[in-house]
C-alpha cells in the first residue's frame, strides 16, 4: 500500500527498508560492515553536496551572491564531516583490514563518478577520469554533462566579468580577483564569494590530506585496490586546487 503524506512514517519516508538493506558484506568478518557504511555514507554527502554546488552555480550566474552563500557554506559543512569521518575508518587496523580486503576485488574509489563529478563540477576538469567509468554507464554520462557545463568556477569568473573585469587567460583571472581583494568593500559579493570558494577548496585539501594519513595507516605503501597507485597516488593530488588563482593573490596583497 502506498502512504499518503497524512500518514506515511519514519521509515516509509526515509525508505528505510532500501537504505539499511543496502550493507550487504561479502565476508563474515566483522570491520567490514564499517568499511561498507563509511564509503555508501560519503556517496550520500557527495550526493548532497552535488545538489548544492548545482543551486550554488544557478545562483551565482544570476548574480544571486546572498543565496548562493548558504549553499556554498553547506558544502564546507559537509566537508567538515566527512573529513572526521575518516576517524572512525582510521580504528580499522591494517589486520582487521587485510583480512577482508580480498572481497572488494577490482573496485576502487576511482570509480566514484560523484566524487569526480564535484572536482568537474567545481573546476578541476580531468578527461582521463571518464576511463573509470564504463562507456555509456549513468556514471560517465554524468562526467561528460559536467565536463561541457560550466563549472562553479567559470561562473564565478563571468560574474567578475559582468562587473566589469577584463578576464581571458589565468594571468589575467588572477589580477582581476586581486583588484577585488583589493577594493573588497566596493566589489563585497564578489569578496564574499571568493572567500566562500576558498573556504571548499581548502575543506577538500583538508580531506585529501586525512585519505592519505589514514589510506597509510591502513595500508602503508602498498597498491590501493583496483590497481591504484595507494598513498602514492593521494600525495600526488595534495595540491590540486580548483580555484587556484585565489590562492596565487594572496602573495601579492
Do not use: C
Request: no cysteine; charged share 25%.
Amino acid at each position: 500500500m502506498t502512504a499518503t503524506p497524512a500518514g506515511i512514517t519514519y521509515a516509509e519516508y526515509l525508505r528505510l527498508g532500501d537504505l539499511l538493506g543496502a550493507q550487504r558484506p561479502l565476508s563474515d568478518l566483522h570491520d567490514e560492515m564499517l568499511f561498507i557504511v563509511i564509503h555508501q555514507t560519503k556517496e550520500l554527502w557527495l550526493k548532497q553536496m552535488l545538489h548544492e554546488v548545482a543551486l550554488a552555480t544557478r545562483l551565482v550566474a544570476d548574480d544571486r551572491f546572498a543565496e548562493a552563500y548558504k549553499a556554498l557554506s553547506r558544502v564546507s559543512r559537509i566537508q567538515a564531516v566527512m573529513t572526521m569521518s575518516w576517524d572512525v575508518l582510521a580504528t580499522l587496523t591494517p589486520v582487521d583490514y587485510n583480512a577482508f580486503r580480498s572481497v572488494l576485488g577490482t573496485s576502487s574509489g576511482f570509480q566514484s563518478a560523484q566524487f569526480r563529478e564535484l572536482e568537474f563540477r567545481l573546476g578541476i576538469k580531468d578527461p582521463k577520469f571518464l576511463a573509470y567509468q564504463e562507456g555509456g554507464d549513468a556514471g560517465q554520462l554524468r562526467l561528460r554533462a559536467a565536463l561541457a557545463d560550466p563549472s562553479l568556477w567559470d561562473v564565478a569568473n563571468a560574474a567578475l566579468a559582468r562587473a566589469g573585469f577584463a578576464i581571458g587567460d589565468s594571468d589575467s583571472i588572477r589580477a582581476s580577483w586581486l583588484a577585488v581583494y583589493r577594493a573588497s568593500e566596493r566589489y563585497f559579493e564578489l569578496y564574499q564569494l571568493a572567500e566562500k570558494l576558498v573556504d571548499i577548496d581548502d575543506g577538500l585539501a583538508g580531506w585529501r590530506h586525512k585519505h592519505v594519513l589514514t589510506v597509510t595507516r591502513i595500508i602503508g605503501g602498498k597498491k590501493g585496490t583496483g590497481g591504484s597507485a595507494g598513498a602514492a597516488y593521494l600525495e600526488s593530488t595534495l595540491t590540486k586546487r580548483a580555484f587556484p588563482e585565489l590562492w596565487s593573490l594572496r602573495t601579492e596583497l
